[in-house]
């Protein structure tokens, strides 16, 4: 079984919203506790650089954060690598929140525990891909392979950075042809200025 | 989950994709929304705005009795259908003896589609035929260009776009108007396709483009003449195709000669090489795709714009070709019938061009417009020039609107009447990209006091005494008998897949066959001069109010009103979901014209020509051309701006559209 994690291609996504309102129909967050967002990059479109938008939820982790601050063991990486969350023994302390680099485990005020992209586990166990997934219209968001998890690392996006050594189950994939190369090579211009 | 039902039924919004959709209701609630896999042009997917119905259907928001307005103006009362229809049958019938039956408009727009809507004739031509609208605000001018050059308006099917090698997008932004289009474009793409775009917005779509022109709103005209000739100087034309398949093509080329590179630079402001090198690469790649989108023809040129662009498929070859062609809009799935009507009585009917709404309502005379009923539109924010358009309407003794929510236009109605969503009443659902026919099956019961508006129709016919048998029996045999002659199984058929009615092929036009005036591709059309007046072969002209025009000394910016990926025109804003994810209304400009104004980003500015002003957020936009200024159009809530105070109501060449592009303003700092 590949390990669960996402691929995005950043040359497909339009950052069209479909994948955060797939996830908010299958799990019924509300506007103040997103489980997936689209995060964009350069939508001024300033010179030089590319403008991406980065549809994001929780990575699953090899080492996650999140569950190292636990004080509960509320957190379990399972065998497939989908990093759930126990609502039931959450202690709503949000350690996990001030841990996880990546804003992805968000505190309900409601319920008073946290809550956190759960890879759609039910669907995953039943055949089916995760919502999101299934809803993305342009193909931009896809189930991580083992030849993506080998072939690339996240870091191979200037600017994303994994402060706390997680190891992210994410990876941007660059689908062949030219046009990822040519952004990238505009960021790292940006960057280098 | 068990209990669960699924079923199949498609978006009926005004917008290229027109997805199949498989709903699932558990405990006679929607809980999913998914694409349809069996449309291969959807393929499985829908967009925000098909899964945000899941919020919208039971949004606390929505209208679910009859209101009527309070006496003191303020606020409304919600009624019963009763008291409702009462009292608008009171008023109709108050008008049409006082006035006639022209003291009536009756205006349907585009907000939910479906075969159905033919059933409000029942009623209106039986009241005698009330003052009317024609044409529409959207895209009648390319249609009608399309028409006179190809004689239809038919494309290939959507996904041979991924066999395309060179794809031009022209006016076109699919990334957020036809999503499911840009991931075929990204297939071809990624198969080693080039992709091209001329707009002079930067957006997601230009994002993945090869080449980007940028050409100043208005003069793209001139760009395609331009491009016919350096074709021509290049060698690139196919002569052995037009040969048997064309009328008009030498004159064409000798006008398209006056447009030299040189020339035609200074007109778009878009450099000699560009222009050389995009021509080149289209003429020299096969199979070339052109796909032309909206926004090239909201202007007075729009027509004419619109023959010069679409003759470029032709001139290259590139017609009945596999990932090739010309795309702009497929009508292959609307042969269907109209149900016989009752006859209009023996008077002319009344109407105006659609564009001119409030002007027509303001001076229409001998009977002047006293009640108006809207079903399916929101004018007061679409329509260009709000100001006259308010003006007409709170002048009406009478003005319903039928609508799912508190819209700007029924927040001025004496009666505003629940209308049904998508999901309460099964009908027929045709597209103008894909060639599907779709039936939108019945999902739910309406909720509260909602009825489907054939029940209100068939109830005022009642209370006129009106014939109504058009609505007894079953809805569903209504349908059949819309369906071509002898296709009437093809329902059954439906509620399990998408069909294409008979005679309509993958790849259009791969006969050869034109059924044009000529029978062949009209380069040089008299049906065009016939018509509408303009010259038989395409021409270009600067624009009356346009970036080279006098009135561009006072109001130099051109003002570009968008369409978004988040909302249909006014409709989906308000919602939650969507609020999630979408982006506020802000005036892009470029860094360098904000800056010779002394705006800087997030600084409130006016905008202002002589029909009015608005003021609104600054967002610098690096990508955008400079002399243009860009607001997302549509309003939906409160805080949106009112962008259509500023439009004019302009009539395009052809066909009666509207000309929302064609709009100088100046912006200044509050
Ligand atoms: S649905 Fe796909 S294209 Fe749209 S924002 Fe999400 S990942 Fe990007
Ligand atoms: S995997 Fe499921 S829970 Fe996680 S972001 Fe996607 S839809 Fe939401
Ligand atoms: S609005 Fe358009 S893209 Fe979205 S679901 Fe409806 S038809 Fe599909």
């Known amino acids: 079984m590949s390990r669960a994690g996402f691929i995005l291609d950043l040359d497909r996504c339009v950052g069209c919203g479909a994948c955060v309102l797939a996830c908010r129909m299958e799990k019924g967050w ?164 | 989950m068990e209990g669960d039902r699924v079923i199949r039924t498609v978006c009926p919004r005004n917008c290229y994709c027109t997805c199949g959709m498989l709903v699932t209701v558990r405990e006679g609630r929607i809980v ?134 060179f794809i031009l997008l022209w006016g076109h932004n699919p990334a957020e108007t036809n999503v499911h289009q840009m ?3 990204l297939d071809a793409r990624q198969q080693g396709a080039s992709l091209a775009v001329i707009d002079p917005r930067s957006t997601d779509t230009t994002d993945a483009a090869d080449i980007h022109l940028q050409p100043r709103p208005g003069t793209d005209g001139a760009l395609a003449l331009g491009i016919a000739a350096i074709l021509e ?43 050389r090198a995009l021509a080149i690469r289209y003429g020299e790649t096969r199979p070339a795709l052109l796909i032309a989108g909206f926004g090239l023809q909201r202007h007075h040129q729009a027509g004419q714009t619109m023959r010069a662009v679409a003759l470029l498929p032709a001139l290259t070859g590139n017609i009945g070709v596999r990932g090739g062609g010309w795309q702009y809009a497929n009508l292959a799935s609307h042969g269907l019938r109209p149900p016989p009507l009752p006859p209009v009585p023996d008077r002319e009917t009344r109407s105006f061009p659609t564009s001119r709404l409030g002007a027509a309502l303001l001076e229409l005379d001998d009977p002047p417009v006293r009640g108006a009923w809207f079903e399916k539109a929101n004018p007061v924010s679409q329509h260009p020039r709000t100001d006259r358009v308010r003006e007409a309407l709170s002048r009406l003794d009478l003005l319903v609107v039928v609508d799912q929510f508190l819209t700007d236009t029924a927040r001025m109605a004496h009666y505003v009447l629940p209308a049904k969503t998508l999901f309460e009443e099964e009908d027929l659902v045709t597209a103008y990209w894909h060639p599907y026919l779709q039936l939108r099956q019945k999902v739910l019961d309406p909720p509260g006091e909602v009825r489907p508006e054939t029940e209100i129709w068939r109830d005022l016919c009642g209370r006129f005494g009106f014939d109504t048998h058009w609505f007894d029996g079953d809805r569903r045999e209504l349908l059949r008998a819309m369906l071509p002659e002898g296709e009437g199984n093809l329902l059954e058929r439906m509620e399990s897949e998408p069909v294409v009615l008979k005679g309509t092929g993958e790849v259009a036009w791969s006969n050869r066959t034109f059924p044009t005036r000529s029978g062949k591709i009209e380069f040089r059309s008299e049906e065009a001069a016939e018509l509408w007046g303009v010259d038989p072969l395409p021409s270009w002209e600067p624009l009356d109010e346009g970036s080279a025009s006098t009135a561009a000394e006072l109001w130099p910016l051109q003002l570009l009103t968008c369409k978004t990926r988040e909302r249909i025109h006014s409709q989906f804003g308000n919602l939650d979901w969507i609020r999630g994810v979408d982006r506020p209304r802000r005036l892009d400009i470029n860094p360098a014209d904000a800056r010779s104004r002394g705006l800087a980003d997030g600084d409130r500015a006016v905008v202002w020509n002589d029909r009015g002003r608005v003021v609104i957020e600054v967002h610098l936009d690096h990508g955008l051309r400079e002399g243009v200024v860009h607001v997302i159009e549509g309003r939906c809530r409160e805080d949106d701006p009112w962008l259509n105070l500023l439009t004019d109501d302009g009539i395009t060449d052809m066909n009666h559209g509207a000309t929302f592009y064609e709009c100088l303003v100046e912006v200044g700092r509050v």
Request: charged fraction near 25%; aromatic fraction near 6%.
């Open chain 1, 30 to 193: 509300s506007d103040e506790t997103p489980w997936r967002r689209i995060v964009p990059f350069n939508l001024d479109r300033v010179p030089g650089g590319p403008t991406w938008h980065f549809s994001v939820a929780c990575h699953h982790c090899e080492d996650p954060a999140c569950l190292r601050a636990c004080p509960s063991g509320a957190y379990e990486r399972r065998a497939d690598g989908i990093v759930v969350l126990d609502g039931e023994r959450c202690l709503g302390c949000r350690y996990c929140e001030m841990a996880c680099p990546f804003g992805a485990p968000v505190f309900d005020e409601r319920s008073g525990i946290m809550m956190k992209c759960d890879f759609c586990h039910e669907r995953v166990d039943n055949g089916h891909s995760p919502a999101c997934i299934a809803a993305c219209p342009v193909g931009a968001l896809i189930r991580l392979t083992d030849e993506d998890l080998e072939a690339t690392s996240p870091a191979s996006i200037p600017g994303f950075i994994d402060p706390a050594g997680c190891r992210p189950s994410l990876r941007f994939r660059e689908p062949g042809g030219n046009l990822r190369e040519k952004r990238l090579e505009q960021l790292r211009k940006v960057l280098e200025q």
């Open chain 2, 32 to 165: 999913s929304i998914e694409g349809d896999p069996l449309n291969p042009a959807t393929d499985g997917g829908v967009c925000l705005k098909g899964l945000s119905y899941v919020e919208r259907i039971s949004s606390p928001d929505r209208i679910l009795t009859p209101l009527r307005r309070r006496l003191d103006g303020e606020g409304f009362d919600q009624i019963g259908w009763e008291e409702a229809l009462d009292g608008i049958t009171a008023g109709l019938k108050e008008l049409r003896e006082r006035h006639g039956p022209q003291a009536a408009l009756f205006y349907e727009g585009s907000g939910n589609h479906g075969a159905l809507s033919s059933l409000a004739e029942v009623f209106w031509n039986q009241y005698g035929g009330p003052t009317r609208a024609h044409g529409d605000l959207c895209w009648p001018a390319g249609l009608e260009a399309s028409r006179l050059t190809y004689g239809d308006n038919l494309h290939n099917h959507p996904v041979l776009t991924r066999e395309s090698r």
């Open chain 2, 183 to 185: 991931r075929l474009i």
């Open chain 2, 233 to 275: 100087a290049e060698g690139l034309i196919d002569r052995s195709f037009l040969e048997s398949t064309a009328v008009g093509v030498d004159p064409y080329l000798e006008r398209a000669r006056a447009f030299t590179p040189g020339r035609v630079a200074e007109i778009t402001g878009v450099g000699v090489d560009e222009i």
